[in-house]
């Protein structure tokens, strides 16, 4: 049982390039979420998927896409890379919305 | 104001010394709430739910008041391994979604 599991770790873009960060989970959570860490902003809802085939936006979704085929991949699309996405990217799941969540180990993204 | 405020930091203690960290949210409707740790750039990790009759695991008794909007976390006998960023975490009803409202977390140092 991994839980959930991100990959990669670590990642440089160009401004401009566009990439997708994986998530997978194993405990056949239904809800998934995406959230960036900032210094001193704490974390952010990016965009969030409540079963397969739903997805929502979160609070800061401008730049990213997602996706919910299955109900253990989760996968955030980043368009169009720019400086200002640069971030550790968390992604995770719980049973339902109000359940705690459990987080993936993160993704380190720099864009230059 | 902050949706989710915590204690500010850092808190440096000798090992064996009890701490209580104190929280406070904002959001009447906030549906759940948990204390998580994070240790040094890696992701939340849940310590534990948070409810109104109180809550102990084994060192750790977390209580909630909701009619203060008031969450603490009590760590008694600090363990060296105790040192992490403890994070007030309550969920919210986010459209479709439940949206994780994380505190600025309070540094924990515990010493020899």
């Known amino acids: 049982n991994a839980g959930v599991t991100q990959t990669p770790k670590f990642q440089v873009l160009k401004t401009g390039q566009s990439m997708t960060l994986q998530c997978a989970q194993d405990?056949?959570?239904?809800?998934m979420s995406w959230y960036r860490q900032d210094p001193g902003m704490g974390l952010r809802l990016i965009h969030y998927?409540?079963?397969?085939?739903?997805?929502d936006q979160g609070e800061v979704p401008n730049g990213y896409n997602v996706s919910r085929s299955t109900t253990e991949d989760f996968p955030l699309r980043l368009l169009s890379a720019a400086p200002s996405q640069t971030s550790v990217y968390f992604c995770?799941?719980?049973?339902?919305?109000?359940?705690?969540?459990?987080f993936g180990p993160g993704t380190r993204l720099t864009v230059t | 104001r902050k949706e989710v405020e915590q204690d500010p930091g850092p808190f440096n203690v000798p090992e064996g010394a009890t701490v209580a960290f104190n929280c406070t949210y904002s959001?009447?409707?906030?549906?759940?709430f948990f204390w998580y740790r994070q240790d040094c750039r890696k992701e939340p990790k849940l310590l534990m739910s948070?409810?109104?009759s109180g809550n102990e695991d084994g060192r750790f008794t977390a209580q909630l008041n909701r009619a203060s909007q008031y969450i603490s976390l009590l760590i008694r006998d600090s363990k060296l391994s105790d040192s992490a960023t403890y994070l007030c975490?309550?969920?919210?009803?986010?459209?479709?979604?439940?949206?994780?409202?994380f505190g600025q977390g309070t540094e924990l140092s515990v010493k020899p």
């Open positions: 995770a799941s719980s049973r339902d919305r109000v359940s705690e969540q459990y």
């Open positions: 405990m056949n959570h239904e809800y």
């Open positions: 998927s409540v079963g397969a085939g739903i997805t």
């Open positions: 959001n009447s409707a906030s549906q759940s």
């Open positions: 948070v409810y109104s």
């Open positions: 975490v309550v969920i919210a009803l986010y459209n479709q979604g439940g949206k994780l409202i």
